[in-house]
């Protein structure tokens, strides 16, 4: 929700302005007790000179000038039309905006307000409170923060920078004063009651408690934050969101999740909001969450029945209190959720990436979050940069950002899939005591993709009367939460894949702690979206994906490297040398993007692979799988793999990556090293799943490679824990062979 708030609280404005407006008549003497005559000024001479494309900021700066200069009725219809271009993508929010000047406008011009401001303010505001939805009402504060004072004091500086002793001023200048004078004055005469008079408003609709630690077995703090839904008159079911973000907007979030008829309540990691723990990210979940349940279901307001929903960390938290099922917990909707250990984070099938740093310096520096440091993407990729070129081990990255991170040295210790990391989640014969309906949900592009379809694919794996349904399309980590992006990455999705997963999330709740019906849009366990062909589709097992494969070999034929669906040269091998030694390839390597629709494709430490191009279209759906026979004159090496569509224009479409350590490649929970040059079997599974229309004239390219880069581990093949290697253990260049029986596979579908 924060991101889709903060998305639409303020338009900026990029303005067009070639003109200038007079000003001399005002400039020698204005100060701010005079400003009001210049504002009436540039009010008469903005609507002669503004122009500006963009409707939207248009009539957002519009409107506001024509408060200023008293045209409230022209104001209230240009504040309408801002409204009308966002209603369709979010009414939510198109409703909210711009209240705090259309409340203020509708008592100013009431005749009775003269004598009774407050009186008519207040009146008005509920008018148009009780007009809007429960989710508008609940963002509506967000709309009345300002502080007059600050406000004054830029329009000061502004006067004396800009004005004072000038003969004119451009048109964006002028605009900005008018518009900060407009909220000078409306957050001066009416924030105050609008603050006061909301908080009234809403406290008829929730009860808020704020402040709550509760004691778990080990005399730990829990925080939580509650929020009760007032108009219910009888017990009802509770919505948990377990969350390691504690953020002042959480509030907002459980009112919205309250207000489709539940309570909520949110609970905070050890160390998090209030609680003075230590701050250990993912250790403490399956114990905490399940005592905190046990809380709830003791309230008055509880009918014994929670569900839970979350992305991200908020993800995984879900299956953290599955491992050791609460029997008042009957379901949850785990998005885009982390695959703890070895899954997708910290590891990428085994191999540590540099980002686990940062995230843990985002949420271990206090009790809220770094967001600050966490989003300065300039000083992380610096310090991926300065450890790539020291050639320092891994295990120095902390040392190197300049603090040392106890969580980070503890997790390095643990590049297995061990106890440490199976204490955490559901392993193995533990799933199948989850008999509880699930609804997953992630994206082909989302990063944690792996974890999210590696609960869903062991869930089924160890209970065959699993009750999960999985909802999967192109989206980022964000979009798999909600926030879909109608482009993604350079790629334009299909406007059949813009669904609102939360009202779909709703639904699910209102099936199974209401016993509704299940939400239309779930035709079968698996629903995934095609890319290309604007249709979503159904099945009833994700090993259906499986039944039909194409086999490709990665073939060297006349050093030509093709994937060819014969393998006419048995004997062959593709060559790859690698020089661990050469970090040149720094700056490039920083300076990559990622896109999923793109005109190039990197391809250093790597070779390329294409087939020939196909002469019709077929549906690609599912996982690419793969065996490499390879020889290495190391004991390991980690190796890089993405698989893309090149389309007819000659445009690269992203479809899968794989990123894994051949020791680990047969089992991730131990290591197995391999024998210099002598040829070995790797298993390449554990990649991301995607559904895609491959056209008619496009081919398919496959980049493999050695990872060698500053955002994972370098793993330099001496054997050693991999952490703890260094550049001095890299020795002579590596030199792999990819044996021309190697493959890969590629699932089609036959519908």
Not at 235 to 262: F, L, R, W
Not at 353 to 378: C, K, Q
Request: with cysteine; net charge positive.
């Amino acid at each position: 929700m924060k991101q889709l708030f903060s998305f639409f609280l303020i338009l900026f404005y990029g303005l067009s302005f070639s003109q200038k407006i007079a000003i001399k008549q005002f400039s020698e003497t204005i100060d701010f007790n005079q400003i009001e005559s210049l504002v009436q000024h540039l009010t008469s001479e903005i609507p002669k000179k503004y122009n500006e494309k963009d409707k939207s900021t248009y009539f957002d700066n519009m409107y506001r000038v024509r408060m200023v200069a008293g045209k409230y009725d022209l104001a209230l219809k240009e504040l309408d039309s801002v409204r009308s271009i966002f209603i369709d993508s979010n009414s939510t929010i198109a409703n909210a905006m711009g209240t705090q000047h259309e409340i203020y406008i509708k008592t100013i011009i009431n005749p009775a307000a003269k004598n009774n401001f407050e009186y008519i303010y207040k009146t008005e505001l509920k008018k148009k409170y009780a007009t809007l939805t429960a989710k508008s009402q609940i963002i509506l504060p967000l709309y009345f923060k300002g502080d007059s004072d600050k406000i004054r004091k830029g329009l000061v500086d502004l006067l004396q920078k800009e004005f004072i002793g000038k003969d004119s001023v451009d048109v964006k200048t002028a605009l900005k004063l008018c518009r900060d004078y407009n909220g000078y004055i409306v957050v001066n005469k009416s924030f105050h009651l609008a603050n006061e008079y909301l908080k009234e408003f809403d406290a008829e609709n929730f009860t808020v408690k704020d402040s709550f630690l509760i004691k778990n077995k080990s005399n730990r703090d829990i925080s939580i934050r509650v929020v009760v839904n007032n108009k219910i008159k009888k017990p009802e079911s509770t919505i948990i969101i377990n969350t390691i973000y504690a953020d002042e907007d959480d509030i907002n979030d459980a009112k919205v999740k309250a207000s489709y008829g539940y309570n909520c309540v949110y609970i905070y990691t050890r160390g998090k909001h209030l609680s003075n723990h230590k701050i250990e990210p993912f250790e403490h979940e399956q114990e905490d969450i399940n005592e905190v349940i046990d809380w709830i279901i003791k309230q008055p307001w509880s009918n014994g029945k929670v569900g839970m929903i979350g992305g991200s960390y908020l993800g995984f938290s879900q299956w953290a209190a599955a491992k050791k099922l609460h029997p008042a917990l009957k379901t949850i909707i785990p998005q885009a959720s982390v695959g703890i250990g070895f899954m997708d984070f910290p590891m990428n099938n085994n191999a540590f990436g540099s980002y686990s740093l940062r995230w843990l310096n985002y949420v271990t520096s206090n009790n809220t979050t770094d967001a600050a440091n966490f989003r300065n993407e300039e000083k992380w990729n610096s310090i991926y940069k300065k450890w790539y070129v020291s050639g320092l081990p891994f295990n120095k990255l902390d040392s190197i950002s300049g603090n040392r991170n106890e969580i980070f040295q503890r997790w390095l210790q643990h590049p297995s899939q061990d106890q440490f990391w199976k204490n955490m989640v559901p392993h193995k014969e533990e799933f199948a005591k989850i008999n509880i309906p699930i609804l997953t949900i992630t994206g082909y592009y989302d990063s944690d993709q792996l974890g999210a379809l590696y609960y869903f694919r062991n869930h089924f794996k160890y209970n065959n009367n699993a009750n999960h349904y999985l909802i999967i399309g192109p989206y980022d980590h964000s979009g798999a939460q909600g926030y879909i992006k109608n482009e993604l990455l350079g790629y334009k999705i299909d406007p059949i894949a813009e669904i609102d997963l939360n009202e779909i999330s709703m639904e699910w709740f209102d099936y199974i702690l209401k016993e509704k019906n299940k939400p239309t849009f779930l035709k079968d366990k698996i629903n995934y979206q095609v890319m290309g062909t604007n249709q979503w589709k159904h099945t009833s097992s994700i090993e259906n994906f499986d039944e039909y494969q194409l086999k490709f070999y990665l073939q060297n034929q006349n050093n030509q490297f093709v994937l060819s669906q014969s393998n006419s040269k048995k004997n062959g091998f593709s060559k790859l040398n690698i020089n661990f030694k050469d970090r040149s390839d720094a700056d490039e390597l920083i300076k990559q993007e990622l896109k999923v629709l793109g005109g190039t494709i990197y391809n250093k430490n790597s070779l390329t692979f294409s087939t020939n191009t196909f002469e019709k279209p077929f549906e690609f759906s599912g996982n690419f799988s793969g065996n490499f026979k390879i020889s290495v004159n190391k004991k390991d090496v980690d190796l890089n793999i993405k698989l893309y569509e090149l389309l007819p224009d000659g445009k690269y479409l992203l479809l899968s990556s794989y990123i894994g350590r051949a020791s680990y490649s047969q089992n991730p929970e131990k290591r197995k090293l391999l024998i210099p040059n002598k040829k070995a079997n790797i298993s390449i599974k554990n990649n991301e799943f995607v559904s895609k229309k491959i056209e008619k004239g496009s081919r398919l390219v496959t980049i493999i490679g050695v990872n060698k880069n500053p955002f994972f581990e370098i793993n330099y093949g001496s054997g050693k824990e991999v952490s703890k290697e260094s550049i001095e253990d890299a020795k002579e260049p590596l030199e792999i062979k990819f044996y021309n029986d190697s493959y890969i596979k590629i699932p089609i579908s036959q519908n």
